[in-house]
């Protein structure tokens, strides 16, 4: 059953989306060659501490982390262990924050890059600014993930009141499938809130006409997750971890996510701040 949140709730979120906004870009700019994925959760636990909130992720049965650490083939799930990290990974840091009683959930993928691999980055932005013909600039990678994120605000565009959820659903699909990619179709976006995972799921593509989706109505909180894969998008379980879930086919993989309340007008993001992580302009490169 889906429930609105009281404006009393919405508040608490509000509080708690910002500070987890904070530590998930703490915990990016952490994320250098020569850092391992224990590091990277050492810090999340005294960042989450200091917010004065847990860790939701650990409210999981079984899940015995702050943090879900991926790195390249690997979409979700991943635990964090002792592979330190390389110039040109891919590492998807997802993570959430219990607050006062209540879940924000959040998510970002990025390029792991040496400081000459920035700089060159810095170049090109300095040259283009925003401009869309930095897209042809970016490598694979980067645009692989310009693509990721401009999909994820293009859903989260379609958040408002009398909307449904096929609308955003609908958006992610034709951006990720019309840039050759793969949408990771048994995984997918949820409400949050008083609960890590809510009614109702948000899948990132359309398996059912619009009308038949459910109705966003107002004060709903929800979180839009991208997952997608340079591959066909299917998924295996690996690592012989029990948890982590990467592609069938060994390509890269992203998540992107923001955790959303519904309104009557333009959607409030509450998991901000808003992070550039390939130095080439990202969303506005493309929008």
Not at 110 to 123: G, L, M
Not at 158 to 173: D, E, F, K, T
Request: glycine share 10%; charged share 25%.
């Amino acid at each position: 059953m889906i429930i609105p949140k009281t404006s009393v709730e919405l508040d608490r979120m509000r509080e708690g989306g910002a500070k987890i906004g904070v530590i998930l870009k703490k915990l990016l700019d952490k994320a250098q060659p020569g850092v391992s994925l224990l590091a990277i959760e050492a810090y999340a636990d005294q960042l989450i501490h200091e917010s004065g909130g847990e860790a939701s992720f650990r409210t999981v049965k079984g899940y015995k982390w702050s943090t879900c650490l991926c790195v390249n083939d690997v979409v979700v799930h991943g635990i964090p262990n002792e592979y330190v990290l390389q110039d040109g990974d891919v590492l998807t840091i997802d993570v959430g924050l219990l607050y006062e009683g209540l879940h924000t959930d959040t998510a970002w993928t990025k390029i792991v890059k040496s400081q000459k691999s920035k700089v060159k980055s810095e170049r090109v932005k300095k040259k283009l600014g925003f401009a869309p013909e930095s897209l042809a600039l970016m490598n694979e990678k980067e645009k692989f993930l310009a693509i990721g994120e401009h999909a994820m605000w293009q859903g989260i565009a379609q958040v408002r009141a009398g909307n449904r959820v096929g609308h955003i659903s609908q958006a992610v699909q034709k951006i990720i499938e019309g840039a050759g990619y793969g949408i990771v179709k048994t995984l997918v976006g949820h409400g949050v809130g008083r609960e890590l995972h809510e009614e109702p799921q948000i899948p990132g593509f359309l398996k059912s006409p619009i009308e038949t989706t459910p109705l966003l109505v107002r004060d709903m909180t929800i979180a839009v997750e991208v997952i997608y894969a340079r591959g066909k998008g299917a998924v295996v379980y690996t690592n012989d971890d029990g948890w982590s879930i990467g592609s069938r086919d060994g390509s890269l993989t992203a998540v992107f996510e923001h955790s959303v309340v519904v309104t009557d007008g333009e959607p409030e993001v509450l998991t901000q701040p808003h992070v550039d992580t390939s130095g080439a302009g990202l969303t506005q490169a493309i929008q």
